[in-house]
């Protein structure tokens, strides 16, 4: 598969979760997820409400993200803003929310100059930003799994998700208040193709091997550590990446 993420990656990863919520009922909505206390509403309520920041903060529009967060006292401030929007609607209504802000996102994405980069986060060009947005709809998708019984099937979108995880390390050991141990880390994960992800020179100081759908739960802090039986930590470098895994800001 393509090392770069793209418009119709995220499409897809948005498509896999819009047919898990195609026919559940009223009920369903309310249905409590492990996350924050959110209910399946409240989960799709926020990824509806990024998408829209997404889009403005690719336009430049009033609810870019860094505008948001400038008015708004916290980063949970910013993001219950979407969950309390969500709550004034009925499930399927905010359904009907996400299904036209992830459609627009779509568009505005395919738009872009590929050079460009957004200023979401510390900034990153369009096949990275694809990446994160890959990355937080199928974090909330297993939230949505696990409030409805339902299985999640992995796929080999997961490499992009694998790729920021990994890439992100400086700014989750920032969020960890710690310093890396010296030393490159080289991961070396299997995708649900059966095929390799790799990551880092050979030789490096540390490695990390397994399944890249554990080693993504991990990193989106839906999986512990000590719940991930199949990741392997070889090194310092390794045991430290695996200790302050963080995927998202």
Do not use: N
């Not at 090392?3 to 898990?20: F, G, I, S, Y």
């Not at 249905?31 to 399946?40: A, M, N, Y």
């Not at 990824?47 to 008015?71: F, H, K």
């Amino acid at each position: 598969m393509s090392a770069t993420a793209t418009v119709a990656d995220l499409a897809a990863e948005q498509a896999q979760l819009r047919a898990v919520l195609d026919g559940i009922g009223a009920s369903d909505w309310l249905r409590p997820t492990p996350s924050w206390g959110w209910d399946v509403r409240d989960t799709i309520a926020h990824l509806a409400d990024t998408d829209e920041m997404a889009i403005d903060t690719m336009t430049g529009g009033p609810r870019a993200l860094g505008l948001v967060r400038e008015s708004s006292v916290s980063s949970e401030d910013t993001t219950y803003r979407g969950v309390l929007r969500g709550r004034r609607m009925t499930g399927a209504g905010v359904g009907a929310w996400w299904a036209e802000m992830s459609a627009r996102e779509l568009d505005t994405i395919a738009a872009l100059d590929p050079e460009m980069r957004v200023p979401w986060g510390l900034g990153m060009k369009a096949p990275s930003f694809i990446s994160a947005r890959i990355m937080e709809t199928w974090a909330h998708g297993l939230d949505v799994h696990a409030a409805l019984g339902t299985e999640p099937v992995d796929s080999d979108r997961l490499a992009f998700i694998a790729w920021l995880a990994t890439r992100a390390l400086p700014y989750a050991y920032t969020v960890a208040g710690r310093e890396p141990p010296p030393g490159d880390l080289r991961v070396e994960l299997t995708l649900p193709s059966g095929a390799p992800w790799i990551f880092g020179p050979e030789g490096a100081a540390g490695r990390i091997t397994g399944p890249v759908g554990q080693y993504c739960r991990v990193f989106t802090q839906r999986l512990r550590l000590a719940d991930a039986p199949d990741l392997e930590a070889t090194g310092a470098v390794a045991e430290s990446a695996l200790a302050v895994a963080r995927a998202y800001l």
